[in-house]
């Protein structure tokens, strides 16, 4: 089965500097990835997604993410972090229907 | 086109109590996916259904836990004789079909269980 480890369990930038969250998957084929956040006590909100299209991916809240199949990496940059992107951010692959999600990223933004 | 929908958002159980966790899907949705969140972790597959049948219920305990999904009605997850291990949160998703490549899993915001 496909599966995702977060390299950072917590990042913190401060307001106005670029946010890296880092992750690599595990596959025998072509993956489909996504990044999802998830703000406190709220539900999960899909950032953007990869599914063999393009591999530079945009998403909502000036993020995206870059497929590199020879790293097997699915980083997420923002270049200028906003207080508000404070939350936890998953990545996230999927096997068939199920999605397997990784231990999360906390970020926190100082102002 | 309202979201997923879950209810209620909290629940309070006591041990040995029955816990009943229900998901409307996105409009013209008809699977349904049941995840559950322990604290500090990230969330791991339970149940996927679609109108009146179980597909795949591998990531669900064997016994005290159950899920349905009616021809009407919404899906509910039901945990019989809650235990402090069930506090979590569980959040139900929904997609319009799978076996598509574009095929997108949308959340609702979850029902958080605490278990006395």
């Known amino acids: 089965a496909q599966s995702v480890t977060q390299l950072d369990s917590h990042v913190s930038v401060s307001e106005g500097t670029p946010v890296l969250l880092r992750c690599n998957y595990s596959?025998?084929?072509?993956?489909?990835l996504f990044w999802y956040v998830q703000h406190p006590n709220k539900g999960l909100q899909l950032l953007l997604k990869?599914?063999?299209?393009?591999?530079l991916v945009k998403g909502i809240n000036g993020f995206e993410a870059e497929f590199k199949k020879s790293e097997t990496s699915f980083h997420l940059t923002k270049p200028s972090a906003h207080m508000s992107d404070a939350a936890e951010y998953f990545c996230?692959?999927?096997?068939?229907?199920?999605?397997?999600f990784g231990a999360g990223t906390t970020v926190t933004v100082r102002a | 086109n309202a979201g997923v929908m879950q209810n209620p958002r909290h629940l309070v159980r006591r041990r040995g109590q029955e816990a009943r966790l229900r998901c409307s899907p996105m409009?013209?949705?008809?699977?349904v996916y049941w995840y559950r969140q322990l604290p500090e972790e990230g969330l791991k597959f339970m149940v996927y259904?679609?109108?009146?049948?179980?597909?795949?219920e591998s990531g669900m305990p064997k016994e005290r836990f159950s899920a349905e999904f009616p021809k009407e009605g919404p899906s509910i997850l039901r945990i019989q004789q809650v235990v402090r291990g069930d506090s979590a949160a569980y959040f139900c998703?929904?997609?319009?079909?799978?076996?598509?490549?574009?095929?997108?899993?949308?959340f609702g915001p979850g029902t958080r269980l605490l278990v006395l």
């Open positions: 990869y599914t063999s299209a393009a591999t």
């Open positions: 996230v692959v999927r096997n068939d229907y199920k999605l397997s």
């Open positions: 259904l679609q109108k009146e049948n179980i597909i795949d």
């Open positions: 998703a929904s997609s319009p079909k799978v076996g598509s490549i574009e095929e997108t899993q949308y």
């Open positions: 596959s025998s084929y072509s993956p489909s």
């Open positions: 409009k013209g949705h008809s699977h």
